[in-house]
């Protein structure tokens, strides 16, 4: 019997261990981007105009934070943005990603772990679609202020917070405000993600400036 797209949703939401998610996308990579597609995604279409609006065109390096295919970050390219250094929990999206040639390094990294760059090394994060249930927990976000230089864009999307999923996400996001390290500069109202996938799924898309 044929899988139906929520149930493909379902199964990479409930990925709890690394591997676990590690697994859910290297089995799903090979029809990602046409799955996707079919389900009306706008997130790399609305992070790619946000990044657009709020980061300099002339920024680099730029890190590229659960990368997947590259979908969201080929409409950058073409808009002139250089220098992604893609990272991703599964071997099988990064090799479609190389595939577009539109990064300059890409490696395997788990987000929610030390991060194997240097403090600082980063003059902008980009996060889209990659923090949730099954992917990318908030803790990543300490490793994004760290890996980012000061005045540094960080760019990343969570679930709205209509959703109890993006509960934790908030407190972290609003206790490294509290802290001084970051401050918001934008955000979007919630949106429907998937608008033929899942009409209930809501996400929200952030611009914070690094402290
Ligand atoms: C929904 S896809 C989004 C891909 C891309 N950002 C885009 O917008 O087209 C989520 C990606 O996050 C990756 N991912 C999930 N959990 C992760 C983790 N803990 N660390 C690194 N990558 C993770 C998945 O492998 C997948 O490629």
Redesign the pocket.
């Known amino acids: 019997m044929a899988i139906t797209k929520n149930e493909i949703l379902e199964k990479?939401y409930k990925a709890r261990s690394?591997e676990e998610?590690?697994a859910?996308?290297d089995n799903w990579a090979n029809s990602?981007d046409a799955d996707?597609k079919g389900f009306g995604?706008q997130?790399?279409y609305v992070?790619a105009s946000i990044f657009s609006q709020f980061v300099p065109l002339d920024t680099v390096p730029i890190l590229?934070?659960?990368?997947?295919?590259?979908?969201?970050t080929i409409p950058l390219r073409l808009a002139g943005f250089n220098e992604f250094h893609g990272?991703?929990?599964?071997d099988r999206?990064l090799e479609i990603a190389a595939n577009h040639e539109v990064y300059n390094s890409l490696q395997r990294?788990?987000?929610?772990e030390e991060l194997e760059f240097e403090t600082n090394f980063f003059a902008a994060t980009y996060?889209?679609?990659?923090m949730g249930p099954?992917?990318?927990?908030p803790e990543?976000l300490n490793e994004f202020v760290r890996v980012t230089q000061s005045g540094g864009q960080i760019v990343f999307s969570t679930h709205s917070t209509e959703s109890e999923l993006a509960i934790p996400y908030h407190d972290l996001r609003t206790s490294l405000s509290g802290d001084g390290l970051w401050r918001k500069i934008y955000e979007t109202p919630p949106f429907v993600s998937m608008p033929k996938g899942d009409a209930k799924i809501k996400h929200v898309i952030y611009v914070y400036e690094v402290n």
């Open positions: 990479v690394d998610k590690r859910a996308y990602y996707v995604i997130l790399p992070g590229d934070a659960g990368c997947g295919t590259a979908m969201h990272i991703d929990i599964s999206m990294m788990v987000l929610g996060c889209i679609g990659a099954g992917h990318a927990p990543c």
